[in-house]
């Protein structure tokens, strides 16, 4: 039996199954929010052409209106100054959209403390425990913040000092940059940098240091919990914009039970 037959018949009998990662897109969805010097991106709506009516009887469709980093959304390496000569989101090699990930869970610390920052030292530990991270694979970081993702409010979760999410200190997102085999972050909040990034040297040092070492961002994930620290396949299928910075994509994990 091929490959692809034997995945396949995983498939149909259960022994691997699809977790998606990816948050519903509608009026509602949590939007990332810029001091009000710069420019915004839009929720997503949907226009109607027409439903089953005079304007188009056999049918129905709709135009939609969003920005390109709205909800579950893919950061390509020209989304950021420092990697504004590498790929736009249609360039992405194919074989990078299917790659492994490594999930590590710090959920329980993140309850405590909304400003947590992952740590170099928190990697090699959960190294220490799992082994190295894939190869050209996804590093995600599994919070629980999904859980917010109903009330954009509690989501971005700001007051008057700022947005108070969790993310990575400026070491660990450099070495993961500059040294960790993986392509790419992944994340549950609204964008790859901690709510505080604004404020780090160098500021927003994952999409800084990452995207400008030719890396790749995911963001706004959903149903973290339902993967392993090791062995699942992640899919991602962005929208190939030409000289896009970025898309919605559907974002799914291949796990084996």
Request: net charge negative; charged share 20%; hydrophobic share 40%.
């Amino acid at each position: 039996m091929s490959l692809l037959a034997q995945l396949t018949a995983a498939l149909a009998g259960g022994s691997v199954r699809i977790v998606d990662l990816t948050a519903p897109l509608h009026s509602d969805t949590p939007i990332l929010q810029l001091p009000e010097i710069f420019g915004q991106t839009a929720r997503f709506q949907l226009e109607e052409i027409s439903r089953y009516d005079d304007r188009g009887p056999a049918w129905y469709w709709n135009n939609f209106h969003t920005g390109e980093h709205t909800g579950t959304h893919f950061d390509a390496p020209n989304h950021w100054v420092t990697g504004q000569d590498q790929h736009d989101v249609a360039s992405v090699p194919l074989e990078r959209l299917i790659r492994p990930a490594a999930v590590i869970d710090v959920t329980d610390r993140v309850a405590d403390d909304h400003d947590f920052l992952l740590t170099k030292a928190d990697v090699e530990a959960w190294q220490d425990e799992h082994g190295p991270l894939p190869e050209g694979g996804w590093l995600i970081l599994r919070t629980g913040w999904s859980s917010r993702n109903h009330d954009q409010a509690e989501f971005l979760n700001a007051d008057e000092f700022g947005p108070h999410t969790p993310g990575i200190d400026v070491e660990c997102a450099r070495w993961l940059a500059e040294e960790a085999p993986i392509i790419g972050l992944g994340v549950e909040t609204v964008g790859t940098d901690a709510g505080a990034a604004g404020g780090f040297d160098p500021m927003y040092p994952c999409h800084t240091l990452l995207l400008g070492a030719g890396k790749y961002g995911l963001a706004q994930l959903q149903n973290v919990d339902q993967l392993p620290a090791t062995g699942a396949l992640v899919i991602t299928s962005p929208l190939p914009i030409v000289t896009g910075s970025g898309s919605p994509p559907r974002v799914l994990a291949l796990v084996e039970d």
